[in-house]
DNA sequence: GTAATTTCAGAAATCGATTGCACTATCGAT
DNA sequence: ATCGATAGTGCAATCGATTTCTGAAATTAC
């Protein structure tokens, strides 16, 4: 442990300089004179000097950090946002401070007021599918902290944001089986009340009413994930003839479906055609058969949500509330494809 | 933006009484009487402070903060170790900045560099496939950060480590397969340097050779993902009679021979018996048929890794270096159950 | 009633870097 | 020779909280 750090103290007392010398011709300041500054950036390397940026941080009350929280780093869709949050983040200069709700408000919340008092200069947020109340996120918009929402977003919180087009991502889902000659379609959807669930089951309905096809309530039941979708399906196929196409609300829940489909002994895609949506490519193309899927730019998104972030937290460049949405890409595999 | 923040000096002031005072009574110190310690948390929440750990960690020298490299969180067994280690960082009120390394060495260097600028408290590290040299781990430990490993260590970099049964996993998906009849047994690896794929093989040809099995080196070839997993048994089938078993370094890298296999027309488990390594649930079980894998405790490698770490940390509990190895399972499922 | 403790608080230094202001040369201009 | 301007540095305050040292009042001891 070499308890004592070298500071630009040590710099100065070693060229008999003052350390505010020190300082600025660390930072390249015009005042300082040439032969100075080399002198300085030499012994800086010889002591192997590094700046310490809790003080440097706290001089400026800023930290060069950007909060996120996501609901789980384990979805490939939550990992690639996260790349690209990250590309976007380092190359300006900043830290990335990640934590996962778990899909718990209280975690959450938690996290929140973590980050709050690491004094982040900003959040990054994908609300979690519990959340019903958004304190926690006002308490740092209240101190002066930009947020931008991201794939998920709370309905009254007066942020920047960016979504993916999901109910167009759900209109052309099931366009698409209905153009493969699909007439029972049954749409998997995620209970609660995230809104891109929502929008993902309105473009569902609106394609079908499109195309002439009567929306029957019963063909729209729950199941988000693996497990319970699997097991809705199950319970349909007991109780009810086969639907010809099954729309799910994410490709986990689609695979879930796909498992029931086959356990019951009909075909993918011959007798139940099949489409997940987020297109988790670990997922999708590994399938048996590759499944269909929205695709949602993840990257693409992480990267988008970091710059207005960056571009809020600049008094400069701020262009106040903005929120922009991506585009999502049907991506047809055998799943669909008959 | 409240651009003025609530400090000790405001309570102080509204109390008439000094900072130094707030300070303590705030921290609960025994020299401050009852009276005061209330009348000053009553302040402090009437002003909603929040205390500025920016200079906390100066005056401390402490950041409280334990920073992360993993190759990539997008794989299911990192997003659990990282899990593991939340749980056990925030309880002990310790913050987490993890980074990817996105397996490429010059990103881990810049990773440890900005952590180290950042001055973590502790590291905890997974080395990328493609590190060579590990001067940028030296560097933190030159520092007197603690650095402890997981999973994948370094072989010359002297750190506390916890890594999983590779061999004996290896060693008993084998002889799992030799039981079940299986003879020709193909194994995928990763190519590079990792001590973990290097432990899994060698497990592999001991399970061989205990079951008087001949060890024929053409039946190890290199694949550690979907796609080249998927191509290089791909290219075994092609010229040589197939092989009645397949043991791959990772799931994913199965899941590519189980697509081969079956393209190739032939039947899983019954002519090909496959077994994966991890078990990342969400691939294992979805797969059909399900996929038999080791079980890699991830939750709990990333809260043994904290623990150890937290323990590096404190001079006091410092009990010098230590490898710890957890516990492997083998999950049988379909893919070998025969 | 005086001395010795104890209790409770304040003053000031400190962590390391930044920055407004002041200061000293140096040089050219008048 | 004097005045300004300019270049190059240093001094000291500052960011906000912690902590050592010091001191006054209150309590106890004898």
Redesign the pocket.
């Known amino acids: 442990m070499s308890s004592?750090?070298?500071?630009?103290?040590d710099i100065?007392r070693k060229l008999?300089?003052?350390?505010?010398?020190?300082?600025?011709?660390?930072?390249g300041?015009?005042?300082?004179?040439?032969?100075?500054k080399e002198a300085v950036t030499r012994v800086a390397r010889e002591l192997d000097?590094?700046?310490?940026t809790?003080?440097?941080n706290?001089?400026?009350?800023k930290t060069f950090t950007i909060g996120v929280i996501v609901p789980e780093i384990v979805h490939y869709f939550f990992s690639s946002v996260i790349s690209g949050i990250e590309d976007v983040a380092y190359s300006m200069g900043y830290h990335v401070m990640i934590c996962q709700s778990n899909e718990s408000m209280e975690r959450e919340q938690m996290n929140a007021n973590a980050l709050m008092a690491s004094r982040v200069d900003g959040l990054l947020v994908s609300v979690s599918k519990t959340t019903t109340s958004v304190d926690h996120l006002l308490a740092l918009q209240k101190r002066g902290i930009p947020i931008v929402q991201f794939d998920r977003c709370y309905p009254d919180l007066d942020t920047c944001s960016v979504t993916a087009q999901d109910y167009q991502g759900g209109y052309n889902a099931t366009q698409h089986l209905i153009d493969k000659g699909c007439k029972k379609i049954l749409h998997l959807t995620a209970p609660g009340n995230l809104i891109i669930s929502q929008e993902r089951a309105k473009g569902y309905k609106d394609a079908l009413q499109k195309n002439q096809i009567i929306f029957d309530p019963n063909l729209i039941i729950l199941g988000d994930s693996f497990k319970t979708a699997k097991e809705a399906v199950e319970e349909v196929l007991k109780h009810n003839s086969p639907p010809d196409a099954i729309f799910a609300v994410n490709d986990l829940a689609a695979i879930g479906a796909m498992k029931a489909i086959k356990e019951h002994g009909l075909r993918i895609p011959d007798d139940v055609a099949i489409v997940g949506f987020s297109d988790d490519p670990t997922i999708t193309e590994l399938m048996d058969p590759p499944l269909t899927s929205v695709l949602q730019p993840g990257f693409e998104m992480g990267m988008l949500a970091t710059r207005m972030l960056l571009e809020q937290m600049d008094k400069k460049s701020n262009r106040g509330i903005r929120h922009e949405v991506l585009r999502t890409e049907l991506v047809v595999r055998s799943s669909s494809d008959r």
Chains 1, 2 share one sequence.
């Open positions: 004592t750090q070298i500071t630009i103290k100065a008999n300089i003052a350390p505010s010398t020190v300082s600025r011709a660390l930072k300041h015009p005042d300082i004179s040439e032969s100075t000097y590094q700046p310490n809790v003080a440097q706290l001089r400026q009350s």
